[in-house]
Each structure stands twice: as structure tokens, then as C-alpha cells.
């Protein structure tokens, strides 16, 4: 069964564009929730963001993309949660809230000035 994300508001510094997409998953949900996956790149260069921290707003949960900009946050709770994007200095480059609800949510997000 495919993923849904809706977007459902955005959070933003000057120039931020996010864009979200649902796809379907073949993996299943870990006994906290769901795999929240995807890539982050830069809106000016469209070249993947290496190194920045995503994480989400409420809890202690996080990760660094990789040097493809690849993301995977895991056990995802399903509803509404916000993931928040912090460059390598520290400091936060944007957020977005999304709706989770299904086995992975896919996104590919750009982020302004990069």
C-alpha cells in the first residue's frame, strides 16, 4: 500500500521551496511507526545537500544526509509531525509539516539558497 503525504503547511526561512511526493513502500512499520525518506537538494544548484541534520521538531530523533543528500528517519509515528532541516553550522535552513500514514513516505525537498 502506498505511502500518503499531504502537505499541510510550511514553516519557512526567505526562499524556501519544499516539495513532497507519495510513493509506494515494500518495507513495513517498526513497532514505533513508519521510515521517513528522502532526499534533500539545493533549490538554486539542485545538487544534493550533504551533511545536514534532519530531524523532527518534537523528540530527540535525527540524522545527517548523506553525500547523495539521502535521509531516512526510522519509526516515524503515523500523523502529523514536522521534520527540521539544520545546515552543517548549526543553523536551521527551514522545516516542514507533513501527515504520515502508510509504510514509507518518500519526499524530494529543496531547499532555497543552496
Same mark, same amino acid.
Given at each position: 500500500?502506498?505511502a500518503? =503525504? +499531504?502537505? +499541510?503547511?510550511?514553516?519557512?526561512?526567505?526562499?524556501?521551496?519544499? &516539495?513532497?511526493?507519495s510513493?509506494?513502500?515494500?518495507?513495513?512499520?517498526?513497532? %514505533?511507526?513508519?521510515?521517513? =525518506? %528522502?532526499?534533500l537538494?539545493?533549490?538554486? +544548484?539542485?545538487?544534493? =545537500?550533504? @551533511?545536514?541534520k534532519?530531524?523532527?521538531?518534537?523528540?530527540?530523533?535525527s $540524522?545527517v544526509?548523506?553525500?547523495?543528500? $539521502?535521509?531516512?528517519?526510522?519509526?516515524?509515528?503515523?500523523? +502529523?509531525?514536522?521534520?527540521?532541516? $539544520?545546515?552543517?553550522? @548549526? $543553523?536551521?535552513?527551514?522545516?516542514?509539516? =507533513? *501527515?504520515?500514514? %502508510? &509504510?514509507?513516505?518518500? %519526499? *524530494?525537498?529543496?531547499?532555497?539558497?543552496?
Amino acid at each position: 500500500m502506498p505511502a500518503i =503525504i +499531504s502537505r +499541510s503547511g510550511v514553516v519557512a526561512l526567505a526562499a524556501l521551496a519544499l &516539495v513532497l511526493t507519495s510513493c509506494g513502500g515494500s518495507g513495513s512499520s517498526g513497532p %514505533g511507526g513508519y521510515p521517513v =525518506i %528522502g532526499t534533500l537538494t539545493g533549490k538554486a +544548484s539542485g545538487q544534493p =545537500i550533504a @551533511g545536514c541534520k534532519v530531524g523532527l521538531k518534537v523528540g530527540s530523533q535525527s $540524522t545527517v544526509t548523506s553525500s547523495s543528500g $539521502t535521509f531516512t528517519l526510522t519509526n516515524v509515528a503515523s500523523g +502529523s509531525e514536522t521534520l527540521v532541516f $539544520t545546515d552543517a553550522g @548549526g $543553523t536551521q535552513i527551514g522545516s516542514y509539516a =507533513i *501527515d504520515v500514514y %502508510g &509504510v514509507t513516505a518518500c %519526499g *524530494d525537498i529543496s531547499v532555497g539558497s543552496y
